[in-house]
């Protein structure tokens, strides 16, 4: 990945976490911006959201790409940059792996009171 795109991405992570602080509220979840992949062409970004409790990520997900427009609209007067890509909201499975992994190692460690 060249320069340009890794400082794209950090750009637009804190600039799209700053706007997801002010302008949602998901009462009840835990709405966190991983990360940001742009493509090479700077014609679109996904950008990955973790929601705690998982069962309220597809609503979520649901929510922001609703609101996308009014997002791209904030970005697009915030940045100094063209084109400034396409956002587009995909929910992070892998934090949802890595804490399914988490669980597992938990209870392999600790040890079985039942005998």
Known sequence: MSTRIEKVNSLLEHEISKILAADFGFAGSLVTLTHVETSPNLIQTKA???V???????????VLNKGVYDVQKKLNKMLNMRPVPKIIFVA?????????VE???????KPDITD
Do not use: F, N
Request: proline share 3%.
């Open 103 to 109: 669980e597992l190692l938990e209870k392999i460690k």
């Open 48 to 50: 990955y959201i973790s």
């Open 92 to 100: 992070d499975k892998e934090t949802a792996e890595a804490s399914r």
């Open 52 to 62: 705690m409790p998982g069962e309220k990520t597809e609503h979520v997900i649901g």
